[in-house]
């Protein structure tokens, strides 16, 4: 039975972004995981990456210790962040592709194509009950390959969704929700996320066999005019009324 709750995860990155911009501690990505934790929000998402420009390691440890949220860590499949996965435990580890000169996760994970780098370190993180999950583009040799690595949840890059426009944003809402409905069929839960607004949310939402959005940038940045319990409150509101 597809979900009939679809469940929000709300990446507080860009709240460590600020801090580090700065440095010391303030704002503190601890609190903003405090404050989604009591407004309803269903999980936390942090991308500790390679060069720390956001999230730091002693972030993960507090943030667990503040909230009862499953924790999504966005990790890179690189022997460091597998050893950081395994020493902290986090309910859930999404797998994405990561350049160290991009803004952000531009593209989905090659899984297809990374076969054999990735299968070892989906199997270890699956052997310690981590749920793993593959950021990838809405493609069915990425839901191929997600089958042949056993993980059991996929989170669909909705970026070209986003940017799209007219026709061609329809064309890429058809293609997720095929791949939405193709994971399902062959036993993976379907998430999906990136560059979802306010306003381009509630096509993607109504989507049915999807479980759970991931939203964190615009969220942070409308927070700066509203307050991130207003921000996610509001985004909760379109996604409820979407299903």
């Given at each position: 039975m597809p979900p009939s709750r679809l469940r929000l995860g709300v990446n507080i990155d860009h709240v460590a972004t600020i801090r580090n911009a700065r440095g010391g501690d303030h704002p503190d990505p601890v609190r903003a995981a405090e404050i989604v934790a009591a407004c309803g929000g269903d999980g936390i998402t942090a991308h500790?990456?390679?060069?720390r420009r956001h999230i730091r390691d002693e972030d993960l440890a507090r943030i667990q210790a503040a909230t009862s949220l499953p924790l999504n860590l966005?990790?890179?499949?690189?022997?460091?962040?597998?050893?950081?996965a395994l020493r902290h435990r986090p309910h859930a580890a999404c797998i994405v592709p990561e350049r160290r000169e991009e803004r952000t996760t531009e593209g989905g994970l090659d899984a297809a194509g990374q076969h054999n780098r990735l299968y070892p370190i989906v199997q270890r993180l699956l052997d310690a009950e981590i749920r793993v999950s593959l950021f990838i583009a809405p493609e069915?040799?990425?839901?191929?390959?997600?089958?042949?690595?056993?993980?059991?949840?996929?989170?669909?890059?909705?970026?070209?969704y986003a940017h799209a426009?007219?026709?061609?944003?329809?064309?890429?809402?058809?293609?997720?929700?095929d791949m939405a409905a193709l994971a399902v069929r062959n036993g993976i839960e379907p998430?999906?996320?990136?560059g979802l607004t306010y306003d381009n949310v509630q096509p993607i939402a109504a989507i049915p066999q999807l479980a759970e959005l991931n939203i964190g940038h615009y969220l942070i940045g409308e927070?700066?005019?509203?307050?991130?319990?207003?921000?996610?409150?509001k985004m909760r509101e379109l996604m409820d009324a979407a299903r």
């Open positions: 500790l990456r390679e060069d966005e990790m890179a499949a690189t022997d460091e962040m597998l050893e950081i069915a040799k990425q839901i191929d390959a997600a089958i042949r690595l056993n993980a059991p949840v996929v989170e669909l890059h909705t970026g070209e426009e007219g026709e061609a944003r329809a064309v890429e809402l058809k293609r997720i929700a998430h999906a996320g990136h927070a700066i005019f509203t307050g991130l319990e207003a921000s996610v409150l």
